[in-house]
């Protein structure tokens, strides 16, 4: 059955760096779309990135310049490398993955969105 296991979270100061990896397994198909999600407390979950099989990536305007997703294609692992962090980004974050028959950002949200499997989660909390 498929399963995705992120870990990686914990507590950091503002400014600090932390990076996020999540393997997903038991898919019968090996291209996926593949992405990371935050929800905080009280508020919607939302989209921070996603990557699709050629390694196409969209970030969120409040990602860009500060976290990147790193993939490795060959062992289905994605990872979230966040720096400069910030209070705001305090949240649970969330990897999702689904199987790819397109290309592009836009096209793996959808993916994401309609057949896509998710993870346990993992806690962020940035202080200060």
């Known amino acids: 059955h498929v399963q995705l296991v992120e870990s990686g979270g914990g507590s950091v100061q503002a400014g600090e760096s932390l990076r996020l990896s999540c393997t997903a397994s038991?898919?019968?198909?090996?291209?996926?779309?593949m992405g990371w999600y935050r929800q905080a407390p009280g508020k919607e979950r939302e989209e921070v990135a996603i990557?699709?099989?050629?390694?196409?990536?969209k970030y969120q305007d409040f990602a860009k310049g500060r976290f990147t997703i790193p993939k490795d294609n060959a062992q289905n692992r994605l990872a979230l490398q966040m720096n400069s962090l910030r209070s705001e980004d305090t949240a649970t974050y969330y990897c999702a993955a689904g199987a790819s028959r397109g290309r592009g950002g836009d096209y793996c949200e959808g993916i994401l969105k309609a057949i896509g499997f998710w993870g346990q989660g993992t806690q962020v909390t940035v202080s200060g």
């Open positions: 038991g898919f019968t198909y090996s291209r996926l779309c």
């Open positions: 990557i699709d099989g050629d390694g196409n990536a």
